[in-house]
C-alpha cells in the first residue's frame, strides 16, 4: 500500500531534549517536506527536500533540521525542543512528475513540549 | 488531529444537500490550486485540483471552480454525505512546487 509513515504518532517531552520524529514514503517519490499545524494558522512548511541531500527552509524553519541521505527517510530534527514546538506535525511527499504535483501526507504526530 | 476543529468556520450541512466550501486566496502570481480534506485524526488527503489556465474542473461528486478575477476558489460537493464530514483546506502553489500556501481551513458537519 503506498503510504508515508510518521513514528511516533504521539509524543510528550520536555524543555530541551533531543528528539526526532521520523517519517518514511514507500512511493518513490523526490519531493517530501514537513509541515505544522496549529489552530486558526492553517499548515506551515517547515522544511523540504527536492532530492536526496537537497533540503531548503520553508515558512517557519527556526528551531528543526532535517536530513535526507535517502530518497525515501525525511527525518524532522529538534534539537532543543521549546514548549511553542509543541504542534501536530505532518510529513508529505509528492512525485512532481507529469505535472502530478499531490501531496501524500502522513497520519501525523502530535508532539507536546512540557 | 483533534486540535484543528478550533477557531475554524463551520458549515453545517443536511445529508443530501449540496455543500459549498469556499477560499479566497491571496497571490495573484498562484497557478496551481488543491482541495484537501482532513478528517479527524488523519492526516490531509488529496480531494481534487485545478490550473489556472482552468475555471472549472469536476471530479467524482465534487466540483473545484476558480476565480481568478476575485481570486476565488470554491468546491462544491454534491449530495453531501456523513462521510464528508471533516476539515477542508484549500492551498495554492506558485513558482516552484516549494511554494504551497494552506488556507485555514472550513469545517464541513453533515447532519443525518
Known amino acids: 500500500e503506498a503510504q508515508v509513515t510518521q513514528n511516533p504518532r504521539y509524543l510528550i517531552t520536555v524543555t530541551g531534549k533531543k528528539l526526532t520524529v521520523t517519517c518514511s514514503q514507500n512511493?518513490?517519490?523526490?519531493?517530501m517536506s514537513w509541515y505544522r499545524q496549529d489552530p486558526g494558522l492553517g499548515l506551515r512548511q517547515i522544511y523540504y527536500?527536492?532530492?536526496?541531500?537537497?533540503?531548503d527552509k520553508g515558512d517557519v524553519p527556526e528551531g528543526y533540521k532535517v536530513s535526507r541521505k535517502e530518497k525515501r527517510n525525511f527525518p524532522l530534527i529538534l534539537e532543543s525542543p521549546s514548549p511553542n514546538q509543541t504542534s501536530l506535525y505532518f510529513c508529505?511527499?509528492?512525485?512532481?512528475?507529469?505535472?502530478?504535483?499531490?501531496?501524500?501526507f502522513g497520519s501525523g504526530t502530535q508532539l507536546s513540549v512540557l | 488531529g483533534e486540535s484543528v476543529g478550533l477557531h475554524l468556520p463551520t458549515l453545517s450541512v443536511q445529508e443530501g444537500d449540496n455543500s459549498i466550501i469556499n477560499c479566497a486566496y491571496s497571490?495573484?502570481?498562484?497557478?496551481?490550486f488543491i482541495w484537501y480534506k482532513q478528517e479527524s485524526g488523519k492526516g490531509p488527503q488529496f480531494i481534487i485540483d485545478?490550473?489556472?489556465?482552468?475555471d472549472k474542473r469536476q471530479g467524482q461528486r465534487v466540483t473545484v471552480l476558480l476565480n481568478k478575477t476575485v481570486k476565488h476558489l470554491s468546491l462544491q460537493i454534491a449530495a453531501t454525505q456523513p462521510g464528508d464530514s471533516a476539515v477542508y483546506f484549500c492551498?495554492?502553489?506558485?513558482?516552484?512546487?516549494?511554494?504551497?500556501?494552506f488556507g485555514t481551513g472550513t469545517k464541513l458537519q453533515v447532519i443525518p
Open positions: 508529505a511527499s509528492s512525485d512532481l512528475s507529469g505535472g502530478n504535483e499531490k501531496l501524500f
Open positions: 512511493m518513490n517519490h523526490e519531493y
Open positions: 527536500s527536492m532530492n536526496v541531500e537537497v533540503t
Open positions: 497571490n495573484s502570481a498562484s497557478d496551481y
Open positions: 485545478i490550473r489556472s489556465n482552468m
Open positions: 492551498a495554492e502553489k506558485s513558482g516552484g512546487y516549494q511554494k504551497v500556501t
